[in-house]
């Protein structure tokens, strides 16, 4: 037995005694376990094992699998050298092997794995020796600065870029003549074949010294990759040319045709190169939405230290700072409005394309513009807790994760690369056995072929280039995806359920109607708005702000008196104001005068009628509603266009509830339903067999959200729960609903287009290049040729992701 090891475990979720007994337990029976203290004080475990006979991955998992949750932290890493999906999985599992890692994902096309761990068990210096001695390279990180990492990461790119250049300008510089020497004769030195070994030998150890390096790093490791393939293929032509000048005699001899293939070995090489040069200029291209949003935060903030306006790095900006903003500068730092005002907008957090106003107790976002006036606010969120930053990391995070789709092309190119040597040692068998003369050379060339042509470089770039468009055009407009899951996951979704308060209507009542008995409106208004001041009920208040509204000027009323479940009473300029329901106005004797038909009228419609009597008599009746949010009926409307059923959801009784729907156009209604209740309601319609998406505030909603399929959380751009659903709305706009559901429906579909046609090039063209068209018609594939071809699968794949940027939301109207 291995000397054995002990791990703290910090635990979430235990609320009792109970808990901690049901931790100590799972973790006593689990084999390798050989001591385990659960504190419910501190909510940690303290556990003493045995690590050849189980891992913290394996004790996490335990405690997890009863319902509990054991503490975890993510940290990416920028990872350099991998060249396909072979790279992919063998990072991810040299990742997955760190005892206390608990999951891995790794993106191609960001060059970046993101690790979630344990703390305590391992660390990001385990983590990047583990990726390393698989044969890869990790860019060091300050993680004081996230910023300077990204710059350091981004000029390391730009540098391997400027490398691949000047590579592909020399390779190309010297295969041309090499080529046209290899094929037209007459043509003096070009055609000595010293000459072309000469021309050859910088291309094929130079130029392509990469291929060399990445396919011993991983022979090292006792893997395979795509480096391997370009490098053996290459190889093989260089070296079976180099033996026919050094064993000339030999060939003579033997009444054999010379070899000379430098210029395959070369034009390969080059050919392979320039496709990566392409790939890594479109690759550049789909991160376009994080550099959008990182390049929105202003390097510096005007901030107030004694007494004196300073400018200062946006870094050095700390929570309680005193800030100020011009017209037309970058908000630096979330916060609270103190002084001032002022038009911002908002568009870059939101989607939101009107300026919003802001006044004092405001709270404004940092990255946003100001418009107009200046004004101070005092900073409340800095540094990797602002809004902006929030999003950025979410966005990052989706764009390295991986939906179900993807899956199969990972266990696919895990067996790739082994696969394509088999066929290629079984292609050249064939050849030498049954082929015709000379035997060898076609055997060999089309052994080459079959090497060079395969690409894992297709696979890896499918799925992910795809997700890192989808989901930054999503951010682009105000639709925060968390992860591949989700966004494959929407695309299926048949039934939305819209929870009525907040995400239907505006979440607070509002004057919809005033009905007069002779009196003017206004004068109603005024007097009933005057007697409410005093009130702190949801409809007084809707009365005195929809006065306001008017531009109507209110008295103080000289007294007021709440008079529970009928309304209020009060004296207002020397009349009597009575604002409640019939019964206040039945209790004092009063007749309703006909009001009692308008009433039914107003509460058949949703409303809430508010009875007005003035000095003894029935003048009129303001309907109290929660109003509909502007394009909530045009937003339903589109989901039902796009084939979904959309039901809403509320704990209104039946009738405000069938008025409300008439009024938005839903399908279904399920009324009357208590907040503790709204998940099993989505459980209900699951076990219907429908794919829900539940759309609310991402706060009270959210057990229901963690039940649906697919969460949409409701939130605006300063106070948002980033962290309740599956799909954030930055703007509160119900529009962005749709504008997710169409986003995801055409990301998976370019995602299957891409895993489509990079599985359609390999299956088709591996079995042409080995040579099985040859019997029939005659044609063999070239080298070069399917070099380049392999090069132009992997740009073609990226290029096709790139469509996403066209994406524009499906209009609403």
């Known amino acids: 037995m291995a000397a054995a090891k002990k791990i703290i475990l910090p635990i979430e979720g235990m609320t009792c005694a109970s808990c901690v007994e049901r931790n100590e337990k799972i973790l006593r029976e689990t084999g390798g376990v050989l ?127 400027r490398k691949l250049q000047r590579k592909v300008l020399v390779g190309a510089a010297l ?49 395979t990759n795509m480096n391997t393939l370009v490098a053996v293929g290459s190889s093989a032509a260089y070296l079976y040319s180099v033996s026919g000048i050094l064993f000339e005699s030999f060939y003579m001899e033997q009444d054999l045709a010379m070899p000379m293939y430098f210029d395959t070995a070369a034009v390969i090489i080059t050919l392979i190169l320039f496709g990566r040069m392409l790939e890594a200029r479109a690759k550049g291209q789909t991160s376009e939405a994080i550099k959008k949003l990182v390049g929105l935060t202003p390097k510096t903030a005007c901030v107030v230290r004694d007494g004196l306006e300073v400018d200062v790095p946006v870094r050095d900006v700390a929570t309680g700072d005193m800030v100020i903003v011009r017209p037309g500068e970058r908000i630096p730092v979330d916060g609270i409005v103190m002084d001032g005002a002022s038009s911002i907008d908002e568009s870059m957090i939101t989607g939101e394309s009107l300026p919003v106003s802001k006044k004092a107790g405001d709270e404004v976002v940092g990255a946003t513009i100001n418009k107009t006036g200046s004004f101070r606010f005092e900073a409340t969120r800095v540094g990797k807790e602002t809004v902006l930053a929030q999003i950025i990391r979410l966005v990052q995070e989706a ?39 000379p035997a060898f050379t076609y055997a060999l060339l089309n052994f080459v ?68 008995t002779g009196w003017e409106e206004d004068q109603i208004l005024r007097l009933a708005g005057s007697a409410e001041r005093g009130s702190e009920h949801p409809l007084g208040e809707a009365i005195v702000h929809g006065a306001n509204e008017r531009g109507i000027e209110l008295e103080i009323a000289d007294s007021f008196q709440a008079l529970a479940g009928q309304g209020i009473e009060a004296e207002v ?168 559901i169409a986003l995801s429906r055409r990301t998976i579909q370019i995602i299957k287009q891409n895993l489509f046609w990079a599985f359609a090039y390999n299956t088709a063209l591996i079995p042409v290049a080995a040579g099985i068209l040859y019997p029939f018609f005659g044609i063999l594939l070239n080298p070069i040729i399917a070099a380049g071809a392999m090069g132009m699968s992997s740009v073609s794949v990226v290029t096709n992701s790139l469509r996403l940027r066209r994406f524009k939301p499906p209009r609403v109207s």
């Open 449 to 516: 072929a079959v090497l060079v042509i395969a690409c894992p470089c297709a696979l890896g770039l499918a799925t992910p280039t795809a997700i890192m468009v989808g989901t930054g055009k999503g951010a682009e407009n105000g639709v925060l995806i968390r992860g591949g899951d989700s966004l494959e996951t929407a695309h299926k979704v048949d039934t939305v359920v819209l929870d009525k308060t907040g995400t239907l209507t505006r979440g607070e009542p509002a004057i919809t109607d005033v009905i007069t």
């Open 175 to 223: 295969s041309i003549p090499l080529f046209i020497g290899s094929m037209v004769d007459g043509l003096g030195p070009l055609n000595n074949m010293y000459v072309l070994w000469a021309l050859a030998t910088p291309v094929q150890f130079w130029v392509g010294w990469q291929f060399y390096h990445g396919a011993i790093s991983a022979a090292r490791h006792g893997t």
């Open 35 to 161: 001591a385990a203290e659960v504190n419910f004080a501190t909510e940690k475990a303290s556990v003493e094992y045995d690590p050849d006979q189980v891992t913290v991955s394996g004790l996490a998992a335990a405690i997890n699998g009863i319902g509990y949750k054991v503490i975890t932290e993510k940290i990416e890493l920028a990872v350099q050298g991998m060249t396909c999906a072979s790279c992919v999985e063998h990072v991810q599992k040299a990742l997955l092997g760190v005892d206390g890692a608990v999951s891995a994902g790794v993106n191609l096309a960001t060059e970046r794995a993101t690790v979630e761990f344990v703390p305590g068990a391992t660390g990001r210096d385990d983590l990047a020796r583990a990726v390393e001695s698989a044969g890869y390279k990790v860019l060091a990180s300050d993680e004081g600065d996230e910023e300077e990492t990204e710059d350091a990461e981004a000029r390391l790119r730009r540098h391997e870029f």
């Open 573 to 740: 300029k020397g009349h009597a104001v009575l604002v409640g329901n019939p019964g206040l106005l039945e209790s004092r004797g009063m007749s309703l005068d006909g009001l009692g038909d308008q009433a039914a009228r107003l509460s058949a419609q949703g409303k809430t009628p508010m009875f007005v009597a003035i000095d003894g008599n029935p003048v009129g009746i303001i309907g109290v509603a929660d109003t509909l949010k502007p394009g909530s009926r045009e937003t339903v409307a589109r989901l039902r266009e796009m084939g979904l059923e959309v039901v809403m959801l509320t704990g209104d009784n039946r009738q405000t509830a069938e008025a409300i729907a008439a009024e938005v156009g839903v399908d279904r209604v399920l009324a009357e339903v208590l907040p503790q209740d709204k998940a099993n309601e989505v459980k209900r319609l699951q076990k219907e067999g429908r794919k829900v998406a539940m759309v609310g505030d991402g706060i009270n909603d959210a057990p229901a959200l963690a039940q649906a399929d697919v969460g949409i959380a409701i939130g605006t751009g300063t106070d948002v729960a980033m962290e309740a659903g599956d799909i954030t709305l930055m703007s509160g706009d119900l529009q962005g609903v749709v504008t997710a």
């Open 399 to 437: 764009q390295g994760s991986k939906p179900p789709i993807a899956r199969m092309a990972d266990v696919i190119a895990s067996y790739f690369v082994p696969g394509v040597f088999a066929v290629a040692a079984f292609t050249f068998v064939i050849w030498i056995i049954f082929g015709p003369a």
